[in-house]
C-alpha cells in the first residue's frame, strides 16, 4: 500500500469516527502528528509569554522564581495534558474541551466550559500580540524612530491580527507549514539563546537557581506590590510559567483536521508541553546566571530582557536573535488565531453561541470557517482596547484557561468507569482521577494567584463576564440550547444534515 493509499484508509476512519460522533468532515483532514504537535507548540511559544512575561519571576522571588519556577509550573502544566490527552483520544473532535465537558458533565456544564476556553482564547490572542508589540518596541522600535503611544500598540496589534486572520482565511495548508516551521524555529532559536546567554555570561554562579529573594515593591520595579511573604511573591511569579504553557488545546482543537487523531492528538498535547517546558527552564536558567546583577536587573521590571541583553551580548548576534524570536512571536499569535477560530466553529455548529449559522459555516474553497476567523480576530482586538495592562490579559487568560481544562478533566473523574468506559487508544487507566484530583486542586490556585494586586481588574473582569453568563444560561440557553449530540437517536438524526453538509464542502476524504 502506497503512503498516499495508507493516508485516505487512516482519514476514512477518521471520519467514520467523526460521523458516530454526530459531525460532518466540513474542515480539510492534512494534519500530521508533527503538524498537530507543532501548532500547540507554536502557541505555547516560550519566546514568546517566556521571554515577555520574564519580569514576573526576577522582579519576584529573584532567581529561584524561574529555576524552581519554571519546574514547579511544568509539573502542573503537564499533570493537565495528561487528563486532557485521556479525555482527546476518546473524543476527537474540534473544540474538545467544550464536547468533552458536555458528554462527560452536562449540557450546562459543557456551555460553561465553552464561555470559559473561548475568553481564554481570545485573551491570550491578545496577550501574545499585545506581548509582541512590546518585544518589538523594546527591540526594533528604537532603531526605526516609532514611539511607544497607545494608538501605536492598537494598531499595531490590528494589523498584525487582521494579517493572522488572512492566513487562516486562505485555508489550512499555508497555516500548517508556517507552524511547522515554527516549531523547528522555536527549538533552534532556545538553543542559540541559551547558548548565548551561557557564553557571554559574566559568572557561572549556579547557585542564583535556588536563591529566594524579596523583590516586590519598589526593590523589583513595581512590578509586583510589597509583601514580605516569600510564598505570596513566588506564588504570583508562577504565572511566568502557567501564561506560557497555554494554548496546548489547539491540538484537541485541530482534531478534524488531524489523521489519526485518536492515537495523535494525545501524545502531541504532552510532547508539546514536556518540550516547552524543558527548552524555557534551560534558557531561563542561562539567563538568570547571564544577569550582570540581580539587584539592579529586577529594578528594570518589564525591560529587564532587554537590559540583560544589553549589557552582555555583541549587537549584530543579538540583533539576530530578535528576529528570530520576533517571527517566533508573529507566528504564535497566527496559530493561536487558528485554535480561537475552531472553538467559535465548534461551538456555534451546536448553537451555542449568537448567528451561530454564519460562525459554524465553512468555507466550500477554502475549507475553514472564515467567520469565525474573522469574529475572532476582531474579539481579541477589542479586549487590546480595554485591557491596557499586559499582566491583566495575562491574569485572565491564564485564569480563564485552565478553568476550562479543569472542568472536562474534572467530569472525567467524575464519569471515568461508570458513565465512561468506552476509552480511546491513548489510555493511562484508573489513575486519571488522582490527575483529575490534582488538576481541579492546582486549578484554583491558578485562579487565586490570578486575581492578586496588581491583576485585581481581572477579578473585575471575570465578575462581569460570570454575571453575564448566569443571566444569559437561566435567561435564554437553558431553554434553547441542546448542546452536541450524544444519545444514538440524536446522531441518528443529524446524518441527513452530515451527508449535506460534506456536500456543500466537497469530498470528506
Not at 473524543?91 to 468533552?100: D, E, K, M, R, V
Not at 490572542?125 to 506581548?131: D, E, F, K, R, T
Not at 472542568?407 to 468506552?422: N, Q, V
Request: with cysteine; hydrophobic share 50%; glycine share 10%.
Amino acid at each position: 500500500m502506497s503512503q498516499k493509499e495508507a493516508g485516505a484508509l487512516s482519514a476514512s476512519d477518521d471520519v467514520k469516527t467523526l460521523h458516530k460522533m454526530g459531525y460532518a468532515q466540513e474542515l480539510a483532514r492534512r494534519m500530521g502528528h508533527f503538524s498537530n504537535f507543532a501548532i500547540s507548540f507554536s502557541i505555547i511559544c516560550i519566546l514568546s509569554g517566556g521571554i515577555n512575561s520574564l519580569a514576573q519571576g526576577t522582579s519576584g522571588a529573584g532567581g529561584a522564581a524561574l529555576g524552581i519556577g519554571w519546574l514547579v509550573g511544568g509539573a502542573c502544566a503537564l499533570l493537565f495534558t495528561l487528563g486532557m490527552a485521556q479525555i482527546a483520544s476518546a473524543y476527537p473532535t474540534a473544540g474538545g474541551l467544550y464536547h468533552w465537558s458536555s458528554i462527560l458533565g452536562g449540557r450546562f456544564w459543557g456551555w460553561l466550559t465553552a464561555w470559559f476556553n473561548l475568553l481564554g482564547l481570545i485573551t491570550v490572542l491578545s496577550a501574545i500580540n499585545v506581548g509582541t508589540y512590546y518585544f518589538f518596541i523594546g527591540s526594533f522600535a528604537p532603531m526605526l524612530g516609532v514611539e511607544d503611544t497607545y494608538t501605536t500598540k492598537v494598531v499595531f496589534v490590528g494589523v498584525m491580527t487582521a494579517s493572522h486572520a488572512l492566513i487562516n482565511h486562505l485555508g489550512i495548508k499555508t497555516t500548517t507549514r508556517l507552524t511547522d516551521f515554527s516549531g523547528y524555529l522555536i527549538l533552534g532559536g532556545a538553543i542559540l539563546l541559551t547558548g548565548a546567554l551561557f557564553y557571554y555570561s559574566p559568572s557561572h554562579d549556579f547557585s542564583r537557581l535556588w536563591t529566594f529573594t524579596n523583590y516586590s515593591g519598589d526593590a523589583g520595579g513595581g512590578v509586583w506590590p510589597e509583601t514580605s511573604s516569600m510564598l505570596t511573591i513566588f506564588l504570583l511569579g508562577l504565572l511566568l510559567p502557567i501564561y506560557t504553557l497555554t494554548g496546548y488545546d489547539a491540538s484537541a482543537h485541530t482534531s478534524e483536521e488531524t489523521l489519526q487523531a485518536a492515537k495523535h492528538v494525545p501524545t502531541a498535547i504532552i510532547h508539546s508541553v514536556f518540550w516547552a517546558v524543558l527548552f524555557a527552564w534551560l534558557f531561563s536558567c542561562a539567563f538568570v546566571m547571564a544577569i550582570p546583577d540581580m539587584d539592579q536587573a529586577a529594578t528594570q521590571g518589564w525591560n529587564v530582557f532587554f537590559w540583560v541583553m544589553d549589557q552582555i551580548m555583541p549587537q549584530q548576534l543579538k540583533l539576530a536573535i530578535y528576529g528570530i524570536i520576533l517571527a517566533a512571536q508573529y507566528i504564535c499569535g497566527l496559530a493561536t488565531v487558528t485554535s480561537v477560530s475552531r472553538m467559535i466553529f465548534a461551538f456555534a455548529r451546536d448553537k451555542g453561541l449568537p448567528f451561530s449559522g454564519t460562525l459554524a459555516k465553512v468555507s466550500p474553497r477554502w475549507r475553514v470557517p472564515v467567520a469565525a476567523i474573522w469574529v475572532g480576530a476582531a474579539l481579541a482586538v477589542i479586549f487590546v482596547s480595554w485591557a491596557d495592562a499586559y499582566s491583566v490579559a495575562v491574569a485572565v487568560t491564564s485564569i480563564a484557561l485552565y478553568v476550562s481544562y479543569a472542568m472536562p478533566i474534572a467530569a472525567g473523574g467524575l464519569a471515568f468507569g461508570g458513565k465512561w468506559k468506552d476509552m480511546g487508544p491513548w489510555n493511562i487507566g484508573p489513575i486519571y482521577r488522582v490527575i483529575a484530583l490534582l488538576c481541579v486542586a492546582i486549578a484554583g490556585v491558578i485562579f487565586y494567584i490570578g486575581v492578586q494586586p496588581p491583576n485585581d481588574k481581572a477579578l473585575v473582569f471575570l465578575g462581569v463576564i460570570g454575571a453575564i453568563t448566569l443571566v444569559v444560561w437561566f435567561g435564554l440557553e437553558m431553554r434553547r440550547f441542546k448542546g452536541p449530540p450524544i444519545k444514538d437517536e440524536e446522531i441518528a438524526l443529524r446524518q441527513a444534515q452530515i451527508a449535506a453538509a460534506e456536500k456543500a464542502v466537497g469530498e470528506a476524504v
